[in-house]
């Protein structure tokens, strides 16, 4: 018998391992568990994935076979067995042994259950080396660098170390709300930390998120556009101000979410000239990009990044701030922004537009890294 917080985290795992997101995943899959399985369940799979590569070397160090070499339904049953064993306190053994043979099993793996069996037998808490920094720290070695380069080294290890950790939840509580949960105040005005409750009534939106929206200096009957809405935490966050808001992105689809707050929702691919007949006093450009600032978050986007993927994004952010600007009216305040730590998305995108600009980093400020700045029309 094995429980369905495990097997859910298995099979999530592998779909992470074809492209797929763990957090869209879990979230999907959660409404077929009760909270304690969807609480393991969702332990489990972020945990494998922010201390891939420890437990990569601990697979070699137990067993003498490189993970990479492995199976991959083999060497995912292993890392969720080793991170039960040695990273989570209250998982019995022999459950975390026993059900992640079964796990190799039911994968149709049987030839290797007997080689995960003693493997996992001989898995302790004692402590070991790390043979490098980029195992310790469990991130690619070439983005360590990059930010060794960009941060300093003190800084880019403690970025990482964030990433390692289970990331505080925020919500954003518009005035007048109220909850039972307990909450803490931040610098950010409406967010708020959860300390304990249930927030349900509130939107959940991290700090460093929450901290774009008043870069904007928002005020009743403006004219705003978000240009990159979705999910349209933001456009949320915006419409409290009382702006006359319109929310686009590529695929209306995924403006879907918005649909409940009345505003005009567009389609639009923003690289190319916009379709408006007038100007916005005020416009949004969360960009999409790597996400860098956000791997505690999303964990498996670390070991699937590329150099060529940071260039890519940056050329893509280029042609969306120049129809964006196009689109600003005069004296109005645009500002762009990204949930990445890489220069060429940032600094290098903006170059000398900007009044002002914002930096959020891991490890030294609450939350998920942010790159926000502010522009304004002539």
Not at 54 to 64: A, K, V
Not at 133 to 158: K, M, N, Y
Not at 160 to 165: F, G, H, K, M, P
Not at 273 to 295: H, M, N, S, Y
Request: one cysteine or more; a neutral charge; charged letters at 25%.
């Amino acid at each position: 018998m094995i429980s369905l917080s495990r097997i859910v985290a298995f099979e999530i795992l592998q779909l992470v391992e074809q492209g797929g997101y763990a957090s869209d995943l879990l979230f999907a899959r959660s409404t077929q568990l009760d909270s304690r399985d969807a609480g393991l369940a969702s332990e489990i799979v972020f945990g494998a994935l922010r201390f891939q590569a420890q437990l990569d070397f601990l697979i070699e160090h137990y067993s003498g076979r490189p993970a990479a070499r492995l199976d991959v339904e083999v060497r995912i049953a292993l890392r969720i067995a080793i991170y039960q064993l040695r990273y989570l306190e209250r998982v019995p053994a022999h459950a975390a042994i026993h059900e992640s043979v079964e796990l190799i099993k039911r994968a149709r793996k049987r030839s290797a259950a007997g080689f995960a069996n003693a493997v996992l037998r001989k898995v302790d808490r004692s402590l070991l080396a790390w043979p490098t920094r980029e195992v310790e720290l469990s991130h690619p070695a070439w983005l360590l660098d990059r930010w060794d380069r960009q941060f300093g080294r003190e800084t880019a290890t403690a970025i990482a170390r964030a990433n390692l950790q289970r990331p505080e939840t925020y919500v954003h509580a518009p005035p007048g709300a109220s909850t039972e949960a307990e909450l803490a105040p931040t610098d950010v005005p409406g967010c708020f930390r959860l300390l304990s409750g249930d927030a349900h009534n509130l939107r959940i939106q991290d700090i460093g998120s929450q901290s774009v929206v008043p870069l904007l200096d928002l005020a009743p009957g403006l004219t705003f556009l978000d240009l990159c809405a979705a999910p349209g935490n933001k456009t949320a966050q915006a419409l409290e101000s009382g702006v006359v808001a319109v929310a686009s992105d590529f695929h209306l689809s995924r403006l879907a979410p918005l649909k409940s707050l009345g505003i005009d929702l567009v389609a639009l691919d923003a690289r190319q000239p916009l379709p408006f007949r007038g100007r916005f006093d005020r416009i949004l450009l969360d960009a999409p990009c790597t996400g860098t600032g956000t791997l505690a978050r999303n964990p498996e986007i670390k070991w699937r990044l590329t150099r060529a993927n940071i260039e890519e994004l940056r050329q893509t952010q280029i042609l969306l701030l120049r129809q964006a600007m196009q689109a600003l009216a005069p004296g109005g305040r645009l500002v762009y922004s990204t949930c990445s730590l890489e220069r060429e998305e940032n600094e290098d995108v903006v170059g000398e537009l900007p009044i002002r600009t914002m930096r959020r980093i891991p490890g030294r400020d609450p939350g998920d890294g942010f790159f926000a700045a502010v522009i304004k029309s002539q």
